[in-house]
């Protein structure tokens, strides 16, 4: 049976972490987890971002966040333009098509789940 986001103990060790400051920030992927997690730590009295700062990852719903969550935003369309220009020609050249290095980079939307730290 698969599991819908953390589990209890995941979200007690990440709380322990956060407040004995050796974690910041979290990098989530994805955004429904990040979700989920911004759940368990607020009920677990962690603020957001004033004792840890979360980025998402997909920027689908992060945006519908309270509060908004930061997020990276792949170029979906870009890739899968790419994905499918890349079929077209692996069918057309087959083997012959030499192995290519794509960099489709994200962008990274700022909001206010994150904090400065000094």
């Known amino acids: 049976m698969e599991q819908d986001g953390p589990s209890d103990e995941q979200v007690a ?3 322990r ?3 004995d400051g050796s974690v910041t920030g979290l990098l989530v992927h994805n955004d429904e987890d990040a979700l989920l997690l911004v759940q368990h730590l607020r009920l677990a009295g962690v603020r ?3 004792d840890v700062s979360i980025v998402a990852y997909d920027d689908e719903v992060a945006a519908l966040s309270d509060p908004p969550l ?3 935003a792949p170029p979906k369309a870009a890739v899968g333009r790419s994905a499918v ?3 077209v020609r ?3 050249q087959g083997s012959a098509l030499a192995a290519q290095h794509v960099a489709l980079l994200p962008e990274l939307r700022v909001r206010e789940s994150t904090a400065v730290r000094g």
């Open 13 to 15: 060790q990440v709380v």
């Open 17 to 19: 972490a956060i407040g």
């Open 48 to 50: 957001i971002p004033a």
């Open 70 to 72: 930061t997020a990276v």
């Open 85 to 87: 220009d890349l079929l």
């Open 90 to 92: 692996r069918i057309e």
